[in-house]
């Protein structure tokens, strides 16, 4: 099992950055996926960026060449630089798990808010 924590969320001004990190603990032997996810009030949870096991990196359309993340898998942590945050990106943020070695197991963070002013 895993269990991840978010952290790193809060409030910035329309261009700035910030960074979430997210930790993930248990007893599992590897994580092969590692990302975020954000939910908007009002609609559905959004696909931001993921990071494989092997070095694969991927982002949403929305996101992509403002958002960086990175993971270090000895530590199974997980990072999402945002830079030139714009209003529209204010949401939950949720840290992604996906472990396909010895069965599939998915798991999600509790959600840390982000709140980007104009």
């Known amino acids: 099992q895993v269990q991840l924590m978010e952290s790193g969320g809060g409030l910035v001004h329309s261009g700035g950055s910030l960074r979430l990190s997210c930790a993930a603990s248990?007893?599992?032997?590897?994580?092969?996926?590692m990302g975020w996810y954000r939910q908007a009030p009002g609609k559905e949870r959004e696909f931001v960026a993921r990071?494989?096991?092997?070095?694969?990196?991927d982002y949403g359309d929305s996101v992509k060449g403002r958002f960086t993340i990175s993971r270090d898998n000895a530590k199974n942590t997980v990072d999402l630089q945002m830079n030139g945050l714009k209003p529209e990106d204010t949401a939950v943020y949720y840290c992604?798990?996906?472990?396909?070695?010895?069965?599939?197991?998915?798991?999600w963070g509790r959600g840390t808010q982000v709140t980007v002013s104009s």
């Open positions: 248990g007893s599992v032997l590897s994580i092969d996926i």
């Open positions: 992604h798990a996906k472990t396909l070695v010895g069965g599939i197991g998915i798991y």
């Open positions: 990071a494989t096991i092997g070095g694969t990196n």
